[in-house]
């Protein structure tokens, strides 16, 4: 129905795919939450796209936030390991 305000099953792939997203976010903060608590880091350098990077600070606890040294909010993924280094150690 284009001219009613009923939702669309493209909606619904894109809230679903926002949840999975998000869900994903949320474990990454976890883990993070949990190697600090272990011991295993003392500092972190978060690199993700923009609005991924939002979604994993809103998961971090304060704990964990805390330790978060750096943020760069680019998608990184395609790039090798010398470019990233570049955004680390400018």
């Not at 998000?22 to 993070?32: D, V």
Request: proline letters at 4%.
């Amino acid at each position: 129905d284009s001219a009613g305000e009923g939702r669309h099953a493209m909606e619904r792939k894109v809230d679903a795919r926002r949840h999975e997203v998000t869900l994903f976010a949320k474990r990454i903060a976890e883990r993070l939450d949990h190697a600090r608590t272990q011991g295993e880091c003392d500092d972190l350098v978060l690199i993700a796209p923009p609005e991924f990077l939002g979604m994993l600070r809103q998961g971090l606890s304060v704990p964990t936030a805390k330790m978060v040294s750096k943020t760069i909010d680019k998608n990184l993924v395609q790039k090798d390991e010398a470019d990233i280094r570049s955004y680390l150690f400018p």
